[in-house]
């Protein structure tokens, strides 16, 4: 395979920054979440809409791809019982590790885990009582250098209920204030259904039951998959160039209705936020990889740079069909993998003509994902949104992006 192309792996982060005042940092949504205001940037032209007009303003016969993964209450905050506070944030399943698995099992699972105050916790186990009495305790597990928490209870609740009652809404760290009830509501999709992410995909919070409907009536169609956002998405580049930076893994699934719809749509492909891009974007690349090596053993993953070594590349429908293949040999009808595909200036998308997506941070692999698709002008947008009242980050408003 090629070596890594070196105008990528140059890029230097220091030219995706832009000042973004904390005033700007949406604390919550606007309400109605349609209400929010939309940039629409297409073909290089600007102009101010807001979410309620996206019908219209949609090419003819869109298909929209969702995200529909679920934001679960991953911070655990614990007590010693000398009184010192530990606070376990939950990061993905480790035993049993399909997160369908973990949320249904009794008595006892393990998870990675983030953990604060990690010094003041060895080995002694640590509970944490809930409403209804139930005990939840935790036990630190070391496991190949990382932090694996053993978490057990003797309730009848399977974990997934267990843990609506434990935790907190993982809100993003640069709100800087502490989760709200309102923040249960608010940072949750209206059509998320795969419980696992432990951030949200913000994207898709603009959406209510009744846009949906009306981009429906408009003669568009939706099409959902799931991607498990990890907390990965929030942490900075710190290399001063891409090609030092790791990216992070996360879990993706795809029904065959969605790879059947993303292969014979005959209209536009517009993803519904940057984690519904990388997954479609990941379907090409699971199907490159299929049709160079038709038996590759489970689990199926994207490495982060395979897009930049890649020589020859198939056709979108050639890789979307080695994906139905492969479900068929499976005995299967949902695509399960990984990705860590990183989406920067150099990429050529295979798959999406377009994205919707709120405002992202300074130097962050987001905007640079956002830079693939507008090049340079993505600083121009940026600008017009700070001059012209736009809210940023996770809560703020969105853009319509269309190349």
């Given at each position: 395979m090629?070596?890594?192309?070196?105008?990528?792996?140059?890029?230097?982060?220091?030219?995706?920054?832009?000042?973004l005042p904390p005033e700007r940092i949406a604390q919550q949504p606007v309400e109605p979440r349609e209400a929010a205001k939309l940039l629409v940037w297409e073909k290089g032209e600007l102009h101010d809409a807001h979410f309620t007009d996206l019908p219209s303003l949609l090419p003819p016969?869109?298909?929209?791809?969702?995200?529909?993964?679920?934001?679960?209450?991953?911070?655990?905050e614990f007590r010693k019982p000398q009184g010192g506070r530990v606070e376990i944030f939950l990061l993905e399943p480790h035993s049993p590790s399909s997160y369908e698995e973990s949320f249904s099992a009794l008595h006892s699972c393990a998870w990675r885990c983030l953990i604060g105050n990690a010094k003041r916790w060895r080995t002694d186990p640590i509970a944490l009582t809930l409403p209804d009495g139930t005990v939840l305790q935790a036990a630190r597990v070391e496991h190949e250098g990382a932090d694996v928490v053993e978490l057990s209870w003797a309730s009848p609740l399977p974990f997934g209920q267990l843990l609506q009652q434990a935790g907190a809404i993982p809100i993003p760290p640069y709100l800087k204030r502490d989760a709200k009830p309102e923040d249960s509501v608010w940072y949750q999709t209206v059509f998320a259904r795969a419980s696992g992410s432990v951030a949200a995909p913000t994207a898709g919070l603009h959406f209510s039951d009744a846009l949906l409907q009306s981009i429906?009536?408009?003669?568009?169609?939706?099409?959902?998959?799931?991607?498990?956002?990890?907390?990965?998405?929030?942490?900075?580049?710190?290399?001063?160039?891409?090609?030092?930076?790791?990216?992070?893994?996360?879990?993706?699934?795809?029904p065959r209705a969605t790879i059947l719809k993303l292969l014979e749509h005959p209209g536009p492909i517009i993803p519904v936020g940057t984690t519904a891009l990388r997954t479609i974007e990941s379907l090409y690349w699971i199907g490159y990889q299929l049709l160079n090596a038709p038996q590759p053993p489970p689990p199926l993953g994207v490495e982060q740079w395979l897009p930049y070594k890649a020589g020859d590349t198939p056709t979108p429908q050639r890789a979307l069909e080695a994906l139905l293949s492969y479900l068929d040999s499976a005995h299967t009808d949902t695509l399960h993998a990984t990705t860590n595909l990183l989406i920067a200036p150099g990429y050529t998308p295979r798959i999406a003509h377009g994205l919707i997506t709120n405002f992202h941070q300074p130097e962050s692999t987001l905007l640079l994902l956002v830079a693939c698709l507008m090049g340079t002008d993505w600083r121009r947008a940026y600008q017009h949104a700070l001059e012209h009242g736009y809210r940023f980050l996770s809560y703020g408003d969105g853009m319509l992006i269309l190349p």
């Open positions: 090629p070596a890594l192309q070196p105008q990528v792996a140059n890029l230097q982060m220091a030219d995706f920054t832009y000042p016969s869109s298909l929209l791809i969702l995200n529909d993964t679920k934001v679960i209450h991953a911070r655990l429906a009536n408009a003669g568009h169609t939706l099409g959902y998959s799931t991607l498990h956002v990890g907390a990965g998405t929030f942490l900075p580049v710190k290399s001063p160039c891409i090609g030092g930076h790791a990216m992070h893994r996360e879990s993706i699934s795809v």
